[in-house]
């Protein structure tokens, strides 16, 4: 059973910096895109970053040159370092992964979304 789990989040002041971790557990072929998604009260989930495995990464223009993403492959993990945060980054987070492991039959490959169970980000003086 494939899971993604975040750690990290909490309550920080306007200007201050918090450090996202996830990582990717179970039985895992390959780890095509790990990134993150927020979600603020009342609107809809949007992208944050991502990272493939190559290193090409992608940012929401909202968070550039303030968050980096960040992979390391072997750990199957993804990070998320959040700079100059501002009362409107206050969202859940939720980790993303997009990836490969055993079908049902364990003789074929399945790729398939996971998420994580979201960890709150609070900016607020």
């Known amino acids: 059973q494939v899971q993604v789990v975040e750690s990290g989040g909490g309550l920080v002041q306007p200007g201050g910096s918090l450090r996202l971790s996830c990582a990717a557990s179970?039985?895992?072929?390959?780890?095509?895109?790990m990134g993150w998604y927020r979600q603020a009260l009342g609107k809809q989930r949007e992208l944050v970053a991502t990272?493939?495995?190559?290193?090409?990464?992608t940012y929401a223009d909202s968070v550039k040159g303030r968050f980096t993403v960040s992979r390391d492959n072997a750990k199957k993990q993804v990070y998320l370092e959040m700079n100059s945060l501002q009362p409107e980054d206050t969202a859940v987070y939720f980790c993303?992964?997009?990836?490969?492991?055993?079908?049902?039959?364990?003789?074929?490959?399945?790729?398939?979304?996971?998420w994580g169970q979201g960890t709150q980000v609070t900016v607020s003086s």
């Open positions: 990272a493939t495995t190559g290193g090409t990464t």
């Open positions: 179970g039985v895992i072929y390959s780890i095509y895109v």
């Open positions: 993303y992964g997009d990836i490969g492991s055993p079908d049902s039959t364990g003789r074929g490959r399945h790729r398939q979304d996971y």
